[in-house]
Structure formats: structure tokens, C-alpha cells
């Protein structure tokens, strides 16, 4: 028994109960007792009479008793139940919040374990994913003390288990329960099911001395499980969507650099020195990530504008227009679109195409514009000279609070002087 239920008035709820039973109870009891006392003992004269009639009143009393204490734990076991569903509840709903914003398989699979181990108050969580062309599951995530040694004594047996499951989809059990006792050792093997078969599974294991592993908590893994599956097909489906998203670019980036010819490996430079740039600035992942793409396909919309006419100022200033309208199209590019938008914009509002100012621009499109502006001046090209690093530094200082953002001058300038950003010949 808990500390916390030692006493029977150790518990607001037990002094509840205890004040309800005695005045239900002991009340009514001591006022039959008077009664009895001052009306009935002295008009009993039979002594075995009198010795019969106390000990009613006592055995009503013992009676009541028992029926108090038997309620109390009725009541604790009921709350015990409940504070168990709620918990695992808890853990569900945080699971799940989790699970949802998963980014890769790996981080589905931690947060999975995690949150098993917790729900069966497990001794060892382990997860597997399906092994490739026929090959076993293999584990991917582990969790609790001495996890990778009860692995190896009870792998024969989990091996088992996995094949079956993984086999017939469905839940794989062993334990004192099922009469195949390993000591004090249960485990249930649960799918991650996927479209046609098991994703992977996940094997829960407990030798403490607890019990088996009741159908509640396995009901709680089940769904876990199923929350688990939903989040890696869609972290899968992202990593896709990543990787057809970073093939494309590159195709666009090639054509761009094909079409343009007089600035090849311009976007891939751009990229890098914004990268540095937005590192040094302390962007987060997120805005890295939209900054590298926005710096390779920044001049994108000059795919639109004929070969003839790139030399033609008023011609290549509808650029930015053009390639934002192209990305806002595309769900997977539409954040790149404002950057691109703007990364010909002054700091002084005197840029185009619409002219804004300050922090009106985004910060990505205020590194771009820096960067795109050192990478062609110290860049060759098929009409003009390439620029010295001094000079080029020179230029970008003068243009300080008036075509660039002074602060992201000022990081880019210290890069250069730190040797962080040099001259590339991509």
C-alpha cells in the first residue's frame, strides 16, 4: 500500500467517507445503543437475554464497519482506475501532438518507444521496421536499463513473435497468462500498420512482478501503434516530398544556368554565401532552409524572359514578378515566393518591383540582395570583367543604409575578413 493511504484519514477523500459512514452509521448505532440502554437492557432480567441484545449492537457495529472499509477500497480502486486512464490518456494526447509534427521516421520512432515504455510501464520498448527485400525486421529505437541484454537472452522468442506479426498483422502475446511464463517476464509484439502490411512493430517487454500485460494497456499500445504508423508514412511521404522538391530545384537551377549562360553557377554561389550569412545571423532551420532554396532559384523568372532581351535592363527587371508568380503556383515553393519577389528591393525603398523599404522586405530577400551583388561583381562573365575582392568589399560598404541592409553588410563584410566567405569559382 502507497504512503499515501496508510491511515484511513490520511486523504481528504477517506475523511469524506469517514464522516459520511459515521454519520449514516455510527450515529444511528450509538443512538440505538442509548435507547436500548435506557429502555430495553433494564427491562431485560434474562442475563443470556441482555448478553444476546449487546451482542447484536456489536455485530451491527462490526457489520458497518466492514461495510465502511470495504467501501474505502471500492472507492481507491475505482480512483485508481481512473487516474490510470486518465494518465494513459495523457501520454496518448502528448503522443499524438508529437507523432503529428514528426518530422523524419526517426523522431516518429523515439517519441514511440518514449511514450510505450510510459503506457505499460515497460521494462524494455523496442522498435523495428520492416526489413527490405525479405530480409528480418531490423530495430531502429530501444529504450530502458539493460534493454540490449534482455534483447539478446529472449531473441529467439521476440524473433518469433516479430515474424508472426509482421505475417498476419495482428498482436502477438506471451506471458504467465498465456501459461508459457518466462519467470516474471511478459511481451506483447503490436504492427505499425501500413497501406498493405506491417511497417515495422513495436515489442514491449516487462519482467518486473507487477503481473501480465492487461488488455487495457495493450488496448493503450494499440493505439499508439496506430498514431506511430500514420506519422512515419507521412514523415516517408515528406522525405519524398523533400527529395523531389531538392531534385527539381536542381533541374530548374541547370536550366536556369543553361539559359542564362553569361552567369553559370551563379544561384549555387548565391546559396552559399547566404547560407554563411544566415548561419552568422542565427536563423533558424526553417528560415535556412527557405533562404538556400529562395538563393538558388532567385532569378528564376528570367527562364521567362527571351534569350535576346537578357541584356535589356527594363527586360530583366520584370524577373522578380515573373519567378514569384511561377513559385506561388507550386504548394511546396509558395514561401520562396515573396522572397524572390523582393530580393531586388533597396533598403531605402528605391528597388523594384514595388518599391519597399526597411524591414518591409523579408530578411532572406535582404541577404540575397547582398549576396547576388558581390557574386556578380566578382564573378566573370561573358560581358564584363570580374571585380577584385577589395573592390568588390568596397562597393558593398559604400552601398550600406541605401541599396542594403547595414546590418547584413556589416555580417557579411566580417565573414569576408575572417576568410568565412571567399571568392568561388563554381
Not at 105 to 111: C, D, F, G, I, K
Not at 306 to 331: F, V, W, Y
Not at 347 to 367: M, T, V
Request: include cysteine; aromatic fraction near 6%; charge should be negative.
Amino acid at each position: 500500500m502507497s504512503k499515501n493511504r496508510n491511515s484511513i484519514f490520511s486523504q481528504k477523500l477517506d475523511r469524506i467517507v469517514y464522516i459520511t459512514y459515521f454519520l449514516g452509521a455510527i450515529v444511528p448505532l450509538i443512538a440505538l445503543a442509548v435507547l436500548a440502554n435506557e429502555f430495553v437492557l433494564p427491562e431485560v432480567t434474562d442475563r443470556l437475554a441482555w448478553l444476546g441484545l449487546v451482542a447484536l449492537v456489536f455485530s451491527v457495529g462490526s457489520l458497518s464497519l466492514a461495510c465502511f472499509l470495504a467501501l474505502r477500497r471500492t472507492v481507491h480502486r475505482t480512483l485508481d482506475r481512473m487516474n490510470s486512464d486518465n494518465r494513459r490518456l495523457t501520454v496518448l494526447l502528448e503522443a499524438s501532438g508529437r507523432l503529428s509534427n514528426a518530422a523524419h521516421e526517426a523522431e516518429a520512432a523515439a517519441t514511440l518507444v518514449r511514450c510505450a515504455f510510459e503506457l505499460a510501464d515497460a521494462t524494455a520498448v523496442f522498435a523495428f521496421a520492416k526489413g527490405s527485400d525479405g530480409k528480418p525486421p531490423t530495430l531502429i529505437e530501444s529504450l530502458g536499463d539493460g534493454s540490449d541484454e534482455l534483447l539478446r537472452r529472449i531473441s529467439s522468442s521476440i524473433d518469433e513473435m516479430l515474424n508472426l506479426v509482421m505475417s498476419q498483422g495482428q498482436p502477438a502475446m506471451r506471458g504467465p497468462e498465456k501459461g508459457r511464463s518466462w519467470g516474471e517476464t511478459a511481451a506483447v509484439v503490436i504492427p505499425l500498420a501500413g497501406d498493405e502490411a506491417p511497417i515495422g512493430a513495436i515489442a514491449v517487454i516487462r519482467t518486473d512482478s507487477d503481473g501480465p500485460l492487461d488488455s487495457t494497456r495493450i488496448d493503450a499500445l494499440s493505439t499508439l501503434a496506430a498514431l506511430a504508423s500514420v506519422s512515419m508514412r507521412n514523415s516517408d511521404l515528406r522525405d519524398s516530398q523533400r527529395n523531389f522538391f531538392s531534385h527539381m530545384t536542381e533541374l530548374l537551377v541547370n536550366a536556369l544556368d543553361s539559359h542564362l549562360q553569361h552567369q553559370n553557377g551563379h544561384g549555387s554561389r548565391v546559396a552559399q554565401y547566404a547560407n554563411r550569412v544566415g548561419r552568422e545571423l542565427q536563423l533558424d532551420e526553417k528560415q535556412l532552409q527557405r533562404l538556400h532554396f529562395a538563393s538558388l532559384l532567385h532569378d528564376i523568372g528570367m527562364l521567362r524572359i527571351d534569350r535576346a532581351l537578357l541584356l535589356n535592363a527594363t527586360a530583366c527587371e520584370k524577373h522578380p514578378t515573373i519567378g514569384a508568380r511561377m513559385l506561388e503556383q507550386i504548394r511546396l515553393w509558395q514561401d520562396l515566393a515573396p522572397i524572390v519577389l523582393h530580393h531586388h528591393e533597396h533598403f531605402d525603398g528605391r528597388g523594384y518591383p514595388q518599391g519597399i523599404a526597411g524591414d518591409e522586405i523579408p530578411l532572406e530577400a535582404r541577404i540575397i540582395a547582398v549576396c547576388e551583388a558581390f557574386d556578380v561583381m566578382v564573378s566573370s562573365s561573358s560581358y564584363k570583367v570580374a571585380s577584385e575582392l577589395p573592390d568588390a568589399v568596397q562597393e558593398i560598404n559604400d552601398c550600406k543604409g541605401t541599396q542594403f541592409d547595414p546590418h547584413v553588410v556589416e555580417t557579411f563584410l566580417d565573414l569576408v575578413e575572417r576568410g568565412v566567405i571567399e571568392v568561388m569559382s563554381i
